[in-house]
């Protein structure tokens, strides 16, 4: 897609065309470029309707004023630019040209001045671009850190204007080709995601610079050992994704786990509210419930499928590489059409193109997601990589499992703390079947969830790579699932609001859940309230007769039988009254008792 920007500054002569390269609603702001000299200019908008609105209104063309920040001048009164209606970015009305940052990067003046890395023999100087980012980021926080580099949140800033958030993974290489080269391939395969994918994360830019080597080494006393040295480091600048990683979200906000991070204040407090919950008796049952689980599935899945269309394997899926484009609230619903928010899979460190061999140090992803016909045991130092076993699409498809193992129970089925042989051990001879998967959500009191999830998982984690399904297969089955369940809560509440409105009220995820795991394991136990239902309308009926006809007006009793029958048909009442007749029928039986009792004996007195 492109934006063409014309009106006045175009008059027909093509060495003046603009296009613009960058449109952010926040600021209402546009970078343009001129095509002719490759001159980036930023004007911001004083007048005419606000540019996102617009878009979003899928009006292609609008009248505009903007101002050029730094000479004050109104330029481009009439200025009209022309969007793809269904690019993405413009349904968000931000956007941002492909090869933005590229070309601010040909416009850094510092860009020729490379003597501070004259010195370095591997790298070639040519490939630094001294300053760029001082000159256009500003460091907002540290997001985290991986084995190969730290990610940060960073603004882009031109001419003191803010234009937008990202993620910066700063990779420290130092003079050394080797970890260029693994750096320079995890960009590769980013930047084969030419199209904007929902859910994969995509890349902006990558340059190399010096930076400060800060944090890297520490010498005993915890000083930092190269605080003043400057190193170089690959920078790949991506989409920023605000709700962090599913892992962190998973342990803490599903399963209520202490990040290792967290103050003590904070645990104490989080442990009191959970002591508190207990002793109320309103502590709720964890995990996610089935619609949330189908839903960051199909989203995996969805990425998966997409990389395994461009023939790229993965190698590294796990929960802390799949992030969230918005924050996870357990007490949110509803997140646009999805029960949860949506998930991208991000760090492409260690993908590769399918069929090209391993590499013969025989690395591999994270262990405990990693499938057991790729793990090494006893690898002999020179086996050649042709003789290594190869990683698969198949083997991504197990990473898949694992993660949807993670979701479902907030832990994996290895023990902790096991030696690398030990867990390779593991992992090699794991067994998950249906049933243990059954068992296991029994035994750890969760959220009820459609049993079809256990198959899934079960399938996936297969032994044998053949069985499991492709990631197109997944995210049809997960479609099917989500329809089903959809129907059968539409149905569900069809008889509810005809039934009763006030249950259907009340009627929660979890319930639907609920309802959806009864009808699919085909054990039709019927819920408490329907059981009453079936139970004590008929006999409460029964008894009030009997009452009734037994005593007429000479007691209180056939007036609270019939006060109580009419409550047991109220579906807020009907557990209470259901106690309440059989306290009554008691109460009858007994009089009943103690009256023949009464009677015979009267009858042994007269005899
Ligand atoms: N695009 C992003 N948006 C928001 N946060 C991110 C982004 N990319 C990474 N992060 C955060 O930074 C952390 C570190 O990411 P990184 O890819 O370097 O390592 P990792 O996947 O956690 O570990 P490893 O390198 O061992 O695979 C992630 O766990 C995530 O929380």
Same mark, same amino acid.
């Given at each position: 897609?492109?934006?063409?920007?014309?009106?006045?500054?175009?008059?027909?002569?093509?060495?003046?065309?603009?296009?613009?390269?960058?449109?952010?609603?926040?600021?209402?702001?546009?970078?343009?470029?001129?095509?002719?000299?490759?001159?980036?200019? @930023?004007?911001?908008?004083?007048?005419?309707?606000?540019?996102?609105?617009?878009?979003?209104?899928?009006?292609?063309?609008?009248?505009?004023?903007?101002?050029?920040?730094?000479?004050?001048?109104?330029?481009?009164?009439?200025?009209?630019?022309?969007?793809?209606?269904?690019?993405?970015?413009?349904?968000?009305?931000?956007?941002?040209?492909?090869?933005?940052?590229?070309?601010?990067?040909?416009?850094?003046?510092?860009?020729?001045?490379?003597?501070?890395?004259?010195?370095?023999?591997?790298?070639?100087?040519?490939?630094?671009?001294?300053?760029?980012?001082?000159?256009?980021?500003?460091?907002?926080?540290?997001? *985290?850190?991986?084995?190969? *580099?730290?990610?940060?949140?960073?603004?882009?800033?031109?001419?003191?204007?803010?234009?937008?958030?990202?993620?910066?993974?700063?990779?420290?290489?130092?003079?050394?080709?080797?970890?260029?080269?693994?750096?320079?391939?995890?960009?590769?395969?980013?930047?084969?995601?030419?199209?904007?994918?929902?859910?994969?994360?995509?890349?902006?830019?990558?340059?190399?610079?010096?930076?400060?080597?800060?944090?890297?080494?520490?010498?005993?006393?915890?000083?930092?050992?190269?605080?003043?040295?400057?190193?170089?480091?690959?920078?790949?600048?991506?989409?920023?994704?605000?709700?962090?990683?599913?892992?962190?979200?998973?342990?803490?906000?599903?399963?209520?786990?202490?990040?290792?991070?967290?103050?003590?204040?904070?645990?104490?407090?989080?442990?009191?509210?959970?002591?508190?919950?207990?002793?109320?008796?309103?502590?709720?049952?964890?995990?996610?419930?089935?619609?949330?689980?189908?839903?960051?599935?199909?989203?995996?899945?969805?990425?998966?499928?997409?990389?395994?269309?461009?023939?790229?394997?993965?190698?590294? @899926?796990?929960?802390?590489?799949?992030?969230?484009?918005?924050?996870?609230?357990?007490?949110?619903?509803?997140?646009?059409?999805?029960?949860?928010?949506?998930?991208?899979? *991000? +760090?492409?460190?260690?993908?590769?193109?399918?069929?090209?061999?391993?590499?013969?140090?025989?690395?591999? *992803?994270?262990?405990?997601?990693?499938?057991?016909?790729?793990?090494?045991?006893?690898?002999?130092?020179?086996?050649?990589?042709?003789?290594?076993?190869?990683?698969?699409?198949?083997?991504?498809?197990?990473?898949?499992?694992?993660?949807?193992?993670?979701?479902?129970?907030?832990?994996?089925?290895?023990?902790?703390?096991?030696?690398?042989?030990?867990?390779?051990?593991?992992?090699?001879?794991?067994?998950?079947?249906?049933?243990?998967?059954?068992?296991?959500?029994?035994?750890?009191?969760?959220?009820?969830?459609?049993?079809?999830?256990?198959?899934?998982?079960?399938?996936?984690?297969?032994?044998?790579? @053949?069985?499991?399904?492709?990631?197109?297969?997944?995210?049809?089955?997960?479609?099917?699932?989500?329809?089903?369940?959809?129907?059968?809560?539409?149905?569900?509440?069809?008889?509810?609001?005809?039934?009763?409105?006030?249950?259907?009220?009340?009627?929660? +995820?979890?319930?639907?859940?609920?309802?959806?795991?009864?009808?699919?394991?085909?054990?039709?136990?019927?819920?408490?309230?329907?059981?009453?239902?079936?139970?004590? +309308?008929?006999?409460?009926?029964?008894?009030?007769?009997?009452?009734?006809?037994?005593?007429?007006?000479?007691?209180?009793?056939?007036? %609270?039988?019939?006060?109580?029958?009419?409550?047991?048909?109220?579906?807020?009442?009907?557990?209470?009254?259901?106690?309440?007749?059989?306290? %009554?029928?008691?109460?009858?039986?007994?009089?009943? @008792?103690?009256?023949?009792?009464?009677?015979?004996?009267?009858?042994?007195?007269?005899?």
């Amino acid at each position: 897609m492109s934006l063409v920007l014309y009106g006045e500054n175009f008059n027909g002569d093509p060495k003046s065309a603009q296009n613009v390269v960058l449109r952010d609603p926040n600021s209402r702001s546009l970078v343009v470029m001129n095509q002719a000299s490759g001159e980036i200019s @930023l004007v911001r908008q004083i007048r005419g309707p606000r540019i996102d609105s617009k878009i979003s209104q899928n009006r292609p063309r609008l009248l505009s004023s903007y101002l050029c920040p730094q000479c004050g001048t109104e330029v481009g009164t009439g200025f009209e630019y022309e969007s793809s209606p269904q690019s993405p970015e413009s349904k968000s009305g931000s956007f941002v040209h492909r090869n933005y940052f590229k070309l601010l990067e040909q416009n850094n003046p510092y860009r020729s001045q490379q003597s501070c890395i004259q010195g370095l023999s591997a790298i070639p100087s040519t490939l630094f671009t001294p300053g760029y980012y001082r000159r256009f980021f500003r460091e907002l926080s540290l997001l *985290g850190s991986g084995a190969r *580099g730290s990610v940060y949140k960073v603004e882009h800033v031109l001419m003191d204007n803010h234009l937008g958030v990202y993620a910066l993974k700063k990779i420290h290489i130092g003079n050394d080709l080797s970890w260029l080269e693994l750096g320079m391939k995890e960009v590769k395969f980013l930047s084969s995601l030419t199209h904007n994918c929902t859910n994969l994360i995509t890349y902006n830019h990558v340059w190399l610079e010096m930076a400060s080597a800060s944090g890297i080494v520490r010498a005993s006393d915890g000083q930092d050992a190269l605080d003043s040295e400057q190193i170089p480091c690959i920078f790949i600048l991506q989409k920023f994704c605000p709700g962090g990683n599913l892992e962190e979200v998973i342990e803490k906000k599903v399963f209520g786990r202490f990040a290792d991070h967290e103050s003590s204040d904070e645990r104490k407090r989080q442990f009191r509210l959970k002591r508190a919950e207990r002793e109320a008796g309103t502590s709720k049952r964890q995990g996610l419930t089935t619609s949330q689980l189908l839903s960051i599935i199909y989203d995996i899945a969805s990425g998966l499928k997409e990389l395994h269309q461009m023939n790229i394997i993965h190698r590294d @899926l796990k929960p802390s590489n799949c992030l969230l484009s918005e924050a996870y609230d357990p007490d949110k619903l509803l997140y646009g059409e999805k029960s949860f928010p949506n998930v991208m899979i *991000g +760090d492409f460190g260690e993908s590769q193109i399918c069929g090209q061999l391993r590499s013969a140090t025989g690395a591999t *992803g994270t262990l405990e997601f990693t499938a057991p016909e790729v793990i090494l045991v006893n690898t002999k130092a020179g086996n050649m990589s042709a003789s290594l076993p190869q990683f698969t699409f198949q083997s991504d498809m197990y990473s898949l499992g694992m993660v949807c193992y993670f979701l479902t129970f907030g832990e994996l089925p290895f023990m902790n703390d096991l030696s690398l042989p030990q867990l390779k051990d593991d992992i090699k001879s794991l067994q998950i079947d249906k049933k243990f998967l059954l068992r296991k959500h029994i035994d750890l009191q969760l959220l009820p969830i459609d049993p079809k999830i256990f198959d899934l998982i079960e399938i996936l984690l297969s032994a044998n790579a @053949l069985e499991r399904p492709t990631a197109a297969m997944v995210t049809n089955t997960v479609r099917e699932l989500m329809g089903e369940i959809r129907r059968s809560s539409d149905s569900q509440q069809s008889i509810l609001s005809s039934a009763d409105i006030q249950d259907q009220d009340q009627l929660s +995820d979890s319930e639907m859940d609920e309802s959806a795991l009864h009808e699919s394991t085909s054990i039709k136990t019927p819920e408490p309230s329907s059981l009453s239902r079936y139970l004590w +309308d008929p006999y409460s009926l029964a008894i009030s007769i009997f009452t009734v006809y037994r005593y007429g007006r000479s007691s209180y009793l056939p007036f %609270l039988s019939v006060f109580l029958l009419g409550m047991s048909f109220r579906a807020e009442y009907r557990v209470r009254s259901s106690v309440l007749v059989a306290i %009554l029928s008691s109460v009858n039986l007994a009089i009943l @008792l103690i009256g023949t009792q009464l009677k015979s004996a009267s009858v042994i007195e007269l005899d």
